[in-house]
Each structure stands twice: as C-alpha cells, then as structure tokens.
T-cell receptor, first 109, second 115 residues
C-alpha cells in the first residue's frame, strides 16, 4: 500500500528553527508537495520538490531524498503566525496525490 | 485568498435533508476536486473533474453526488447522509494539463455536521 508518515504534533519556540519530517512509500514518485493549513482555512501551497536537494524560499526550505523516501520542511525564525498544520503529499506514478495526515505545529512565545 | 471560494462555510443537516455545497474558482483552471478532511486523517480524494468530465470517483457512496456545469463551478449534492459524514469538505482546482505535476489550490472548505 501507499503510505505517508509525518509526526502528529510538534512544539517549538518563537524565533527558533523547526524541522518537520515526512517519509513516504508510494507506487512511483513524481514529486512531493508541502502545504500549510491554518485552523479553519484552506491549505495553501508552500513547495514542490522533484529532484534531490534543498529548495529555499525565504524562511521556509524543503529538502528531498528520493533514495531514502524522505523529505523535510525547515522553518526558520519562527513566528506565532507559523502555528498551523503542515501537510506532506506525494505524487505517485499515476499522478495521484497521496496525502499525509499532517503535522500540527504549535509555536510558543 | 486562494482564488477558490466555497459556500456555505458551515452546514448542519439532519440525516433526511438534502443540501448542496458550492465551489467556484477564479483562476482559469480546468480541473476541480472534492476532498473530505477528517480530524487527524489524510485528505481523502472524492471526485475529480477535468474539463467538466468526471475522471475520478474514489468509491464514494452514492449519497454524495457531484456536478460540474462548467470549468469554474463544482457542486456536491448531499442526501440521506450519516453522522460519520461529518467532516470538512474541501474543493480544489488546478491547471488540469493532464500530465506532470499540477499544483492544487484549495478553497477554505465547508464544515459539515450531520445530526
């Protein structure tokens, strides 16, 4: 079966750095997405990785290792507004999106 | 604002009611999706429309009936729902090029409660 694993919940301190991991086992791979979802709001697109390595976008970076079936989302200089759920999703060989259950990130002052 | 709107934002209905959820996208996309999001579970894809044609129905019970009159509008008609159908229903759209990675843009969802 296809599976995406990510921690259920994480807590971090304002101003710090946090890394949210995502491991996957899917039928083929055509890229990995990260989305951010604030409570009661739409998931919003953060990043897409299809090649190995680190992609940096401001305070957010996303890393991919296809050989390890692994990705992480790195958030730097955390702000209170970063409190949200972070969803990892993999595009399989049929271009179907397989979703993780999301990681709820709590930022404390 | 993601360019995808959904109405209503909240809906409470009895098991014998009939209601409809509406989604509209202002992005010029050709593909639209319905998802079900339950607490602490992955998003469940329900239906996909590409250029107004249904291309995916993930074994969804017939009490959920989608309708896509054009590329900008998507409806989900609900009837005789069960309490376990209570969830957040998300609509999304994408370019719908038919191949390659296609980023999906989501609406804010309809929070549905079935009594």
């Amino acid at each position: 079966g296809q599976n995406i694993d990510q921690p259920t919940e994480m807590t971090a301190t304002e101003g710090a750095i946090v890394q949210i991991n995502c491991t996957y086992q899917t039928s083929g791979f055509n890229g990995l997405f990260w989305y951010q979802q604030h409570a009661g709001e739409a998931p919003t697109f953060l990043s897409y990785n299809v090649l190995d390595g680190l992609e940096e976008k401001g305070r957010f970076s996303s890393f991919l290792s296809r050989s390890k079936g692994y990705s992480y989302l790195l958030l730097k200089e955390l702000q209170m507004k970063d409190s949200a759920s972070y969803l990892c999703a993999v595009l399989d060989s049929n271009y179907q999106l397989i979703w993780g259950a999301g990681t709820k990130l709590i930022i404390k002052p | 604002e993601t360019g995808v709107t959904q109405t209503p934002r909240h809906l409470v209905m009895g098991m014998t009611n009939k209601k409809s959820l509406k989604c509209e996208q202002h992005l010029g996309h050709n593909a639209m999706y319905w998802y079900k999001q339950s607490a602490k579970k992955p998003l469940e894809l329900m239906f996909v429309y590409n250029f107004k044609e249904q291309t995916e129905n993930n074994s969804v019970p017939s009490r959920f009936s989608p309708e896509c009159p054009n590329s900008s509008h998507l409806f989900l008609h609900l009837h005789t729902l069960q309490p376990e159908d209570s969830a957040l229903y998300l609509c999304a759209s994408s370019q719908g090029s038919g191949a390659g990675a296609d980023t999906q843009y989501f609406g804010p969802g309809t929070r549905l409660t079935v009594l």
